[in-house]
């Protein structure tokens, strides 16, 4: 008798349990948010004075556009699924000679925020990955058109050649070197000498970028001299500069110290001219990806940012488990791998670990058609940017088709040729690069945008989460750069949200109602600044002058308000808690949701407003990498860091400074008036919420000498503003 071996799994799916119960619950849920609005509907229509109507409505209001926002966060607790991958029984299926060939793409923009020692990090980490060398092919994108960046990887090329060998002898895991020598690893000579070797190369580079220009004594060939001369050029600069592409390491003929394969690496800084539209990274990702199809054409891509460094060296091993698979999953167009940050203090007090964006959602997503792309950690079928699964478009050049087998040398004059057409500035005109192939155009958060319109052609995608992190990056440490990266946010996905593609219409047809509720959750993220807004300053407002606008405490109004507070809290703490957090570090994201709301969203919403009415705004900001040591201090102390007279601190400034005056004025309404406790206890309890979340602003405002304190200019102008806003609706009230 005949027996069959069942091959052993690739990868495996498993639903969570605590789906049943977020659907009884979301049912439940559902039935008090409508007995809320209809308790608003009663009170507005029984109104009678116009104060107590245009509180009404604007509860109303806030009341509304939360249980919206509420409903589209249940798509991801539909049906949320755990994945896990088996990379060891890969050999199984794919003899390694056999590994496809992939193309990683890295974008960097600005020397000064993104430090050219960390973007060379990024490279060399993905270059030591447990994969066949000859396969790899790393591209580099430059959009800050820098000399220094194009220094630091001639001198990473040449480092490359001792580190990649020593990570494949050593079996090393840190593969990205600056985390290795942070770590404790193993003292020996040959790691003492390339430590030297990493040193003197970080060195050369930081000394480059802080004298804006590379030395005589650092340039040690006429090859490198010819490189460098291109940036000397008087007509060259950030905005306006030819291609510039180099073939640092050519898989075909670079070798590393032990004799074997080197992977390719290649320079990019595209064309740029001041008359031309860029479309920031998008453009500089659909540039990589047309100049990697002339030289190499991986059918395999990876994007990653320039400080999200490889943590793992079975990385595209993992990626493999689902690709070389495609009965599960024969649509699948990308696999997404979490953001994970290293440095992160023990409060994380700006909630960088977005664990919802970033883990929580995927998750629910994932149960569905798959979680949306990210911006970074991202592996993608090449074929994804030509069509849909069923709907291939053909590009206008052959040699860009991701069937099209490159078969001359990626260094030969008629392969850079091509690839320096591919990256003119022009190159795109009249084309379909940006609206149906390659990454999309349209919106600040290309990252989202390109997942969205990709999921809507009818891809599919998977969230692979290995226990060891795949990726590892950088965090901001200052308020303001915090906020500055949401306010980016908030105008990209606007941009999206009320655009002819919005989920919530072109979305649900495409690909159905829970799908495009969790595409509308971010698309309308900004929103919350509406509520958020409102419950900061309304009912404090009416406290500080006595008018109760909430039910008293033996109404059974007030119960059901106490179960949509709660519920929705303690939930999402679950949720928290149960995606490996915990309750400090939650309080810490529940801090910066209320934050965001009064700050970037509400600064994003108006300059998309703006935007839309064609008034002038703000252009793209980068957010800084650069590590102040100072800066790093505090925030190890878990200090919030302002120093800068930030707008965006104004509102909650103002908002700390009003809750904190209407707590205490709530105290004495309670010893004073008569049932006052029972009266005025939500708006108490409102505004005390607030002062609790508000504790760093006063700690600012007061306490502190350092300079990252709340300047005294903000502190000011927000008492100020307190005061004619408070000033406004006493006026209001003895008017009416």
């Keep these: 008798m005949k027996t069959t071996t069942t091959p052993p799994p690739l990868h495996s799916q498993r639903p969570l349990r605590r789906r049943h119960f977020n659907r009884l619950f979301a049912a439940a849920y559902t039935a008090a948010i409508l007995s809320l609005l209809y308790h608003h509907t009663l009170t507005l229509l029984h109104s009678t004075t116009t104060a107590s109507l245009s509180i009404s409505l604007l509860l109303f209001l806030s009341d509304a556009i939360l249980a919206y926002m509420w409903s589209t966060t249940q798509s991801f607790r539909m049906n949320p699924v755990h994945r896990r ?22 974008c960097t923009a600005d020397p000064h925020k993104e430090p050219p020692v960390g973007v060379a990090n990024t490279a060399l980490s993905v270059m030591a990955y447990d994969y066949p060398t000859e396969k790899l092919s790393v591209y580099v994108s430059d959009d800050g058109g820098s000399e220094a960046t194009a220094f630091a990887f001639m001198e990473a090329a040449e480092f490359a050649k001792v580190w990649v060998p020593f990570c494949r002898q050593n ?40 004298k804006g220009k590379i030395s005589e004594e650092y340039i040690t060939s006429e090859e490198e001299r010819q490189i460098l001369s291109q940036y000397c050029n008087k007509d060259f600069n950030r905005q306006s500069h030819p291609s510039v592409i180099q073939v640092l390491l050519n898989s075909s003929k670079d070798k590393d ?8 690496l290649v320079y990019v800084s595209r064309e740029k001219r001041k008359t031309s539209p860029h479309h920031f990274k998008a453009g ?28 793992d ?38 909630a960088s670990e977005h664990k919802r964006l970033f883990l929580s959602n995927p998750i629910g997503m994932d149960g569905l058609n798959g979680p949306n792309y990210v911006g970074t950690g991202c592996f993608f079928r090449r074929r994804v940017f030509f069509g849909g699964p069923f709907s291939y478009i053909d590009p206008e050049n052959p040699d860009l088709d991701p069937n099209h087998i490159v078969d001359k040398p990626i260094n030969s004059k008629e392969v850079l040729g091509l690839a320096h057409n591919f990256a003119s500035c022009n190159y795109e005109n009249q084309t379909n690069w940006g609206s149906k192939l390659g990454f999309r155009y349209g919106s600040l958060v290309e990252d ?62 495409a690909m159905g109602i829970l799908m495009a509720q969790a595409y509308a959750h971010y698309a309308f993220w900004p929103v919350w600044s509406i509520p958020i807004t409102i419950y900061a300053f309304a009912p404090s407002l009416a406290l500080l002058q006595g008018i109760p606008i909430f039910p008293k405490v033996r109404d059974p109004w ?50 998309y407003t703006s935007k839309r009415l064609g008034m002038a705004t703000h252009g793209f900001n980068i957010t800084s990498k650069v590590m102040d040591n100072e800066q790093s201090k505090r925030y190890n102390q878990g200090m919030f860091e302002f120093g800068v007279a930030s707008p965006m601190f104004v509102p909650l400034a103002m908002a700390a400074i009003l809750n904190l005056a209407a707590f205490l004025v709530g105290f004495v309404l309670v010893l004073k008036k008569e049932g006052g406790f029972d009266r005025f206890f939500m708006q108490i309890f409102i505004a005390g919420f607030g002062v609790l979340n508000s504790l760093p602003f006063y700690e600012a405002m007061v306490l502190r000498s350092d300079k990252g304190k709340m300047p005294m200019k903000t502190t000011i102008t927000s008492t100020l503003l307190v005061g004619i806003l408070y000033g406004i609706c006493l006026l209001c009230t003895i008017v009416k």
């Design 313 to 350: 060296p079975l990385t595209v091993q993992r990626v493999l488990c689902y690709l070389a698979d495609n009965s599960g999953n024969p649509n699948c167009g990308y696999i997404q791998f979490p953001q994970r940050y290293h440095g992160l203090n023990k409060s994380d007090i700006y």
């Design 558 to 607: 007030f119960s059901l308000y106490a179960f949509l507070f709660l519920g929705a809290y303690v939930q999402d703490c679950l949720d928290f808690i149960s995606a490996r957090g915990t309750f400090q570090r939650w309080w810490s994201d529940q801090r910066l949701w209320l934050i965001r709301g009064l700050s970037s969203f509400l600064f994003g919403s108006t300059e």
């Design 85 to 106: 991958s088996f990379p060891e029984n890969l050999p199984e299926f794919l003899d390694r000679k056999d590994f496809p060939a992939v193309d990683i793409f890295i």
């Design 171 to 210: 079996d090393v895991t840190d593969t990205c070197p600056d985390a290795y020598f942070a770590s404790n690893y193993a003292l020996t000579d040959k790691s003492l000498q390339i430590k030297m070797m990493y040193e003197s190369m970080k060195m050369k580079v930081e000394n480059a970028v802080e």
């Design 448 to 509: 989202y945008y390109t997942g969205y319109r990709l999921q809507c052609e009818g891809w599919r995608s998977v969230f692979c989460d290995p226990k060891r992190p795949a990726f590892l990056g950088d965090v901001p440490i200052s308020l303001n750069d915090v906020l500055s990266q949401t306010k980016r946010w908030s105008i990209g996905l606007l941009e999206v949200g009320f655009s002819k593609y919005s989920p919530i219409t072109f979305g649900v047809n």
């Design 284 to 311: 500089a990702l659909n540039t990589l990806l047309r100049v990697s199809a002339s030289m190499t054409n991986a059918p395999i891509i990876l994007t990653l940012d320039c400080d999200m460094y490889s943590n």
């Design 257 to 264: 110290v032990t004799g074997e394969c080197m992977p390719n």
